[in-house]
C-alpha cells in the first residue's frame, strides 16, 4: 500500500518563492517511497482523513488567521496524524515557553514577559545595552525591532504590541548577533542532523538589515560546546512536553536557534517546533535523513469515523 503524506503549507501567494525546502522534499519522499502532496491548510476540500501522516512545515500564514489555525491543529490532531502534536505547537508558538527553558535549566537569552506599560518600563530600564523587542506570538521577524540604549521606539513598540492584546516580550540584544547572526541546528526525531548559520537580520531601530527579511545561510559545522546546549535544550523540551502536554515519542522535527554571548558561551534564542524552515539547500542529504522518519512514522492506513479534519 502507498504511504500517503500531507505536507501543511500556505497558499501559493502567501509563499511565493519563500519554501525553498519543497523541491529537496519532493525529491526525498519520492525516493522513499511517498506520496506526498502539499496542502494548504486553510483549504475546506482537503481530506485530511485521507493521509498516513500529517506533517505542519510551511503554514506560514498563520498569524494572520491565528484562530482559525489553532482550530485547525485541534481537529487534524484528533486523527492521530498530526506531526508535531497540536499541544506542542499551541505551547511553542507562544515565546514564553523560553521562560520554561530557563526554568528547567537551559541557557536562553534572558527574557521579561510584559502584560503592561510599567513591566515594559522595568524590563527596559533593566536591560545595560542595546535592547529586542518582540510579540510573545510572532515570526518571520515580524513586529520585532532591535534598538539603541533609551531609543523611545522599543516603548513605543512594546506599546503597539500591548495595545494589540499580546504580551511584549523584552530582551538583551546579544552583540555577537548583529555580526555573525546565529546557528540553527536542525533535529529529526532528537537526533541532529545539521547546523546552519543564519546571517544577522535586525537593523539598528527597528528595522531589517537591508529594509527586507533575507535570510543569509552557510553550512556550519557544531562545536563541542554549542551541540552540549542544542542536546540540552532538546532534552530540556522533551522532558516539558512528557510531563506537561502528556507527548512522549521524539518530535518528528526541531530547529534550536543558539547565539554567542559576549562571555563566549553560547545560549539558546528560539526553540521552533511549529513551521520551521530546515535549510535543507545547505545539506541536500538532510532531506533523506527526513523522509526516512517521515516513512517510519507514516503507517499505511485507512481513514475510519466520520470527522475527516476539515
Not at 31 to 41: E, F, S, T
Not at 168 to 174: I, N, T
Not at 208 to 229: D, F, Q, S
Request: proline letters at 6%.
Amino acid at each position: 500500500m502507498t504511504t500517503r503524506v500531507a505536507f501543511a503549507t500556505a497558499p501559493t501567494d502567501v509563499l511565493g518563492h519563500d519554501d525553498t525546502d519543497r523541491p529537496f522534499h519532493e525529491a526525498a519522499c519520492a525516493a522513499a517511497g511517498i506520496a506526498l502532496d502539499h496542502a494548504v491548510w486553510s483549504d475546506p476540500a482537503v481530506p485530511w482523513a485521507d493521509y498516513d501522516l500529517v506533517v505542519v512545515r510551511s503554514t506560514w500564514d498563520y498569524l494572520d488567521h491565528f484562530d482559525d489555525f489553532r482550530a485547525w491543529l485541534g481537529r487534524v490532531d484528533r486523527l492521530g496524524t498530526l506531526h508535531n502534536p497540536a499541544a506542542v505547537i499551541g505551547w511553542n508558538l507562544d515565546k514564553r515557553y523560553l521562560v520554561d527553558l530557563a526554568a528547567a535549566g537551559v541557557p536562553v537569552i534572558p527574557t521579561a514577559v510584559c502584560d503592561d506599560a510599567s513591566a515594559v518600563a522595568a524590563a527596559l530600564a533593566g536591560v545595560d545595552g542595546e535592547v529586542v523587542v518582540k510579540p510573545v506570538v510572532s515570526a518571520g521577524s515580524r513586529c520585532t525591532g532591535r534598538f539603541a540604549p533609551g531609543d523611545p521606539a522599543a516603548a513605543d513598540l512594546a506599546a503597539d504590541i500591548l495595545a494589540d492584546g499580546r504580551a511584549a516580550l523584552v530582551q538583551p540584544a546579544v552583540t555577537s548577533v548583529a555580526t555573525d547572526g546565529e546557528v540553527s541546528t536542525l533535529l529529526f526525531a532528537g537526533s541532529v542532523s545539521h547546523a546552519v548559520r543564519k546571517g544577522p537580520l535586525l537593523a539598528l531601530g527597528g528595522g531589517l538589515v537591508g529594509g527586507n527579511y533575507t535570510e543569509r545561510l552557510a553550512p556550519e559545522p557544531l562545536t563541542p560546546a554549542r551541540r552540549a546546549v542544542v542536546e540540552a535544550a532538546s532534552d530540556a523540551v522533551a522532558r516539558l512536553v512528557a510531563t506537561r502536554l502528556g507527548v512522549f515519542d521524539p518530535l518528528l522535527y526541531a530547529r534550536i536557534d543558539v547565539v554567542t554571548l559576549d562571555d563566549g558561551t553560547d545560549a539558546v534564542l528560539e526553540v521552533e517546533l511549529a513551521e520551521p524552515a530546515f535549510f535543507l539547500g545547505t545539506d541536500p542529504a538532510a532531506a533523506g535523513r527526513f523522509a526516512d522518519e517521515v516513512a517510519r512514522r507514516a503507517t499505511p492506513r485507512h481513514a475510519t469515523g466520520t470527522d475527516d479534519g476539515r
